[in-house]
T-cell receptor
Framework: AQKITQTQPGMFVQEKEAVTLDCTYD???????LFWYKQPSSGEMIFLIY??????QNATEGRYSLNFQKARKSANLVISASQLGDSAMYFC??????????FGTGTSLTVIP | EAGVTQFPSHSVIEKGQTVTLRCDPI?????LYWYRRVMGKEIKFLLH????????ESGMPNNRFLAERTGGTYSTLKVQPAELEDSGVYFC??????????FGPGTRLTVL
């Protein structure tokens, strides 16, 4: 069965510091993608970063990087140099080849000035 | 290029009433997905259209929910009659590739 687990319901980080949001997954598929989305208080889901299961390099997008450890089935999101605008809910998701996405319960990140 | 749009952004209805949510995918995207997030829980899949056909509707909670995508363009999700437990945020997503989905802003449904 497909499952995404986010064990941190809430996280705090000082502005300009780095923060890691945890995500573990379970799947029997050989090919899959891992995604992180940001949901600010306005409600929209903003795509942040994608990692394919066969990608050997960890994905990076600006201040976002995905620490992909396939053997451990983890796909943690690292946000460097946190900004006040990073305060939001963050969802980890997994999808495979046109099928539905599976989401975690989310982590609420608060950046403290 | 316009993103996925959803209407309305908010809806407050009484138990027993009917509500219809609309999703306009990104132009040219054959794949359209509906998801729902009930307060405090994970976002859960409802169903998946490929063009006008239902590819997977395994996530639809019961027969009070009816989704359509006439002509393979926009989609509607009707809840009739609405119950208290239907409250949540309903997201629509579309894609033209098999490994990425673009999400709309969601419709926040409150059933009183």
């Amino acid at each position: 069965a497909q499952k995404i687990t986010q064990t941190q319901p809430g996280m705090f980080v000082q502005e300009k510091e780095a923060v890691t949001l945890d995500c573990t997954y379970d799947t029997s598929d050989q090919s899959y993608g891992l995604f992180w989305y940001k949901q600010p208080s306005s409600g929209e889901m903003i795509f942040l970063i994608y990692q394919g299961s066969y990608d050997e390099q960890n994905a990076t997008e600006g201040r976002y990087s995905l620490n992909f450890q396939k053997a451990r089935k983890s796909a943690n999101l690292v946000i460097s140099a946190s900004q006040l605008g990073d305060s939001a809910m963050y969802f980890c998701a997994m999808g495979s080849l046109g099928n539905q996405f599976y989401f975690g319960t989310g982590t609420s990140l608060t950046v403290i000035p | 290029e316009a993103g996925v749009t959803q209407f309305p952004s908010h809806s407050v209805i009484e138990k027993g009433q009917t509500v219809t949510l609309r999703c306009d995918p990104i132009s040219g995207h054959d794949n359209l997905y509906w998801y729902r997030r009930v307060m405090g829980k994970e976002i859960k899949f409802l169903l998946h259209f490929v063009k006008e056909s239902k590819q997977d509707e395994s996530g639809m909670p019961n027969n009070r929910f009816l989704a359509e995508r006439t002509g393979g363009t926009y989609s509607t999700l009707k809840v009739q009659p609405a119950e208290l437990e239907d409250s949540g945020v309903y997201f629509c997503a579309s894609s033209d590739r098999l490994d990425e989905q673009f999400f709309g802003p969601g419709t926040r449904l409150t059933v009183l």
